[in-house]
């Protein structure tokens, strides 16, 4: 029945190299982020932390709209990388520069000249909107840089080599820590800055890992980097990049605004105070637990596309089949250990040092182990639509899996049940977690119908110079 899953350890320790280095980088950005926040989180008052949190409303959009333009060209890279068209990468490269570039230029161009107009639109508390104000003036500027590195890292994963991406995020996410800590608390010398010295902190950081990338594109032999293609693309892959990254980003926008959407309906919900607070830790717990599930999406996109481009046709379904049910199987094994690690350890061990209630408590244990309980279901979707179906070009139908559910079904049901019926909130998170049994079935029909495999390297242009 499983036969398609011999495919010989060669396979096996393909993903497993691709798949490790992705699941370290996650590693390190979730936990670091930890960190950053307790830092900010020890400033005297609320005000710090809420400042902090409403300059990163805005920022989660940028960041979003900065995974789908890497995502987008991450399509056209895997395929090209299969095929050995490297003057092709060179010019998506330089098409993702262009476009990630104008976008955070342009935010952090509003996040300097008008912080307080603009992050004002987020709240109407004055002493957080001024505190946010001073913390987005410097961190807008930021995005400019990690945009750029984040394009770049992005084309060197889709080139089967995701160790890049470890370790330039490594010492960026170490010395933006570092650097926190000196600016936040006047440390070594240095001004006691408070929220607007964890800005200065992102910002050098950011400088730096986009140093380390020039140096790197600037040396290496893996992939030659032509400034000559990079900076002059062509029409006709421009309109192709656009072809395939519009709908990624629409994908991921759209994605993000009603994820956002939930922590809104619970808001108004009786005893929302426990509730946010329990979604709010369990959230990061569940980010820290479930970064294989990303790891594997992310290697299934790799090796997709690279066997689509290097002309496997025969080979792409089967290679799709395998990556699909390796993601369950893992999903299922994580599953299982977050259960057993919620009831015995996070539960009675964790939960209590961060000062939550004992309803809370209670809330944030039910949250993980409903999110554990669909965690095999939801491994496979994000596989299949982030890893297979892109990966294979069919980011149409992507998008439409990924967002019918969230739109048409989870949310309204969700709504239905928090505000409306005012059912319990073990109603609405089971309403939240239903979304990933309708995008199952969806995008299984959609997997079998072989209808995604597309090659998306057929394009003609001039020979630019070199």
């Not at 342009?106 to 912080?115: E, Q």
């Not at 991921?252 to 329990?278: C, N, Q, R, V």
């Amino acid at each position: 029945m499983l036969s398609y899953m011999n495919r010989g350890g060669a396979f096996y320790r393909d993903v497993v190299r691709l798949a490790l280095p992705i699941v370290f980088q996650n590693l390190i950005t979730e936990s670091l982020a930890l960190v950053d926040t307790f830092m900010v989180g020890s400033l005297p008052g609320d005000a710090p932390m809420a400042a902090v949190t409403l300059a990163n409303i805005p920022i989660f959009v940028i960041l979003l709209l900065i995974f789908g333009l890497q995502s987008g060209a991450s399509v056209l890279i895997s395929q090209f990388w299969g095929k050995g068209d490297t003057d092709s990468i060179n010019r998506v490269i330089g098409i993702g520069f262009y476009a990630a570039g104008s976008i955070t230029l342009l935010f952090a161009l509003v996040m300097y000249c008008f912080p307080v107009e603009f992050l004002g639109l987020f709240s109407n508390n004055r002493e957080v909107v001024e505190l946010a104000a001073g913390y987005g003036r410097v961190v807008g500027f930021s995005y400019v840089f990690n945009s750029i590195t984040q394009v770049y890292l992005g084309a060197h994963r889709s080139m089967e080599n995701p160790k890049l991406g470890l370790c330039v995020l490594g010492v960026s996410m170490v010395s933006n820590t570092f650097l926190n800590w000196v600016f936040i608390f006047g440390n070594l010398g240095a001004p006691r800055l408070g929220v607007v010295g964890a800005a200065v902190g992102t910002l050098l950081a950011r400088m730096l890992e986009f140093a380390v990338m020039v140096t790197y594109a600037a040396r290496s032999r893996r992939f030659p980097f032509k400034p000559a293609l990079v900076f002059r693309p062509g029409r006709e892959l421009l309109a192709r990049y656009i072809r395939y990254s519009t709908p990624v980003v629409l994908n991921e926008t759209l994605w993000g605004l009603g994820t956002a959407l939930y922590p809104t309906i619970m808001g108004y919900m009786e005893g929302s105070t426990e509730i946010l607070a329990a979604y709010a830790i369990s959230g990061n717990i569940e980010k820290v637990c479930t970064v294989i599930v990303f790891a594997t999406a992310g290697t299934a996109a790799i090796i997709i596309g690279r066997e689509i481009g290097a002309g496997r046709m025969d080979t792409v379904y089967d290679t799709g089949r395998t990556l699909n049910t390796l993601a369950f199987l893992s999903g299922l094994v994580v599953s299982v250990l977050g259960i057993l690690g919620t009831l015995f350890f996070i539960s009675p061990v964790v939960y209590p040092n961060f000062g939550l209630s004992r309803e809370a408590q209670s809330i944030a244990t039910m949250m993980l182990l409903v999110t554990f309980a669909f965690l095999s279901v939801r491994s496979f979707n994000t596989t299949n639509i982030v890893g297979v179906l892109r990966g294979g070009g069919d980011v149409r139908a992507a998008t439409l899996n990924d967002l019918l559910p969230l739109w048409c079904f989870a949310l309204p049901l969700s709504a239905l049940f928090g505000l409306v019926l005012k059912l319990d909130i073990f109603w609405v998170y089971l309403g939240i977690s239903l979304e990933n049994v309708l995008k199952f079935f969806i995008g299984l029909w959609r997997f079998r119908s072989g209808a995604w495999i597309h090659d998306v390297t057929q394009v003609s242009y001039r020979k630019s110079p070199e």
